[in-house]
């Protein structure tokens, strides 16, 4: 079973931030959060991923809270190209097993 | 660099009939890893193959159902005797040797199997 819990749905308007929130109060200290979202059915894609500290990269950004029990995946400037479903996938190094959730299916509105 | 290639891209096969699903990994990537997704579900996973090696197939059928990763060529996924319930789109990915303990999959656009 998936070590995460999403919002089934959230909707966010074109040029704003995206929040998505992801809980993962089970995780152990050798596991790192990986995003990835799938587009209309294509294949997953990889976005970010982080152990404790925040991480940003030309997608986006991810927020780890201390306790490291949730994080937040931040897309500075949603575009419509962004409607999506966003997996939050806990991932221990070492091993390589990716349990996917139902994710959260981002809508963008023009 | 190419990505991960996966054809067909749409498979339609009757019941009882084989299906055969490829896998190009990308360059330089030795490990391949099969994901089925259920219409409004997630990808669920289902083997993890090394060259030559089967690591992993806890998450595939016991019957019906065989994965192979050659020295030469693409992975394939094969489904003998195809029943309505294995109807998926049926996905691959690839990541590179663990130079690092840490990596990511980077998975194919997906086999979309139809069995009518």
């Known amino acids: 079973d998936a070590k995460t819990t999403q919002p089934p749905s959230m909707d966010c308007a074109e040029g704003r931030a995206a929040n998505l929130p992801c809980n993962h109060s089970?995780?152990?200290?050798?596991?790192?959060v990986y995003w990835y979202r799938q587009i209309h059915s294509q294949g997953p894609q990889y976005i970010i991923h982080g152990l404790k500290n925040n991480e940003t990269n030309e997608m986006a950004s991810l927020i780890i809270t201390e306790d490291r029990k949730s994080s937040t995946l931040i897309l500075p400037h949603a575009t419509l190209r962004d409607t999506a479903v966003y997996y939050c996938i806990v991932y221990a190094s070492g091993t390589y097993k990716y349990i996917f959730g139902t994710g959260t299916r981002l809508k963008v509105l023009a | 660099n190419a990505g991960v290639m996966q054809n067909p891209r749409h498979l339609v096969r009757r019941r009882g009939q084989e299906a055969r699903l490829r896998c190009s990994p990308m360059?330089?990537?030795?490990?391949v890893y099969w994901y089925r997704q259920l219409p409004e579900e997630g990808l669920k996973f289902m083997v993890y193959l090394q060259k030559e090696n089967i690591i992993d197939e806890s998450g595939m059928p016991k019957e019906r159902f065989s994965a192979e990763f050659p020295k030469e060529g693409p992975s394939i996924l094969r489904i003998q005797q195809v029943v309505r319930g294995d109807s998926a789109a049926y996905f691959c990915?690839?990541?590179?040797?663990?130079?690092?303990?840490?990596?990511?999959?980077?998975f194919g656009p997906g086999t979309r199997l139809t069995v009518t």
């Open positions: 089970t995780i152990s200290g050798n596991e790192y």
């Open positions: 990915a690839s990541s590179a040797d663990r130079v690092s303990f840490l990596y990511e999959q980077y």
């Open positions: 360059k330089g990537h030795s490990h």
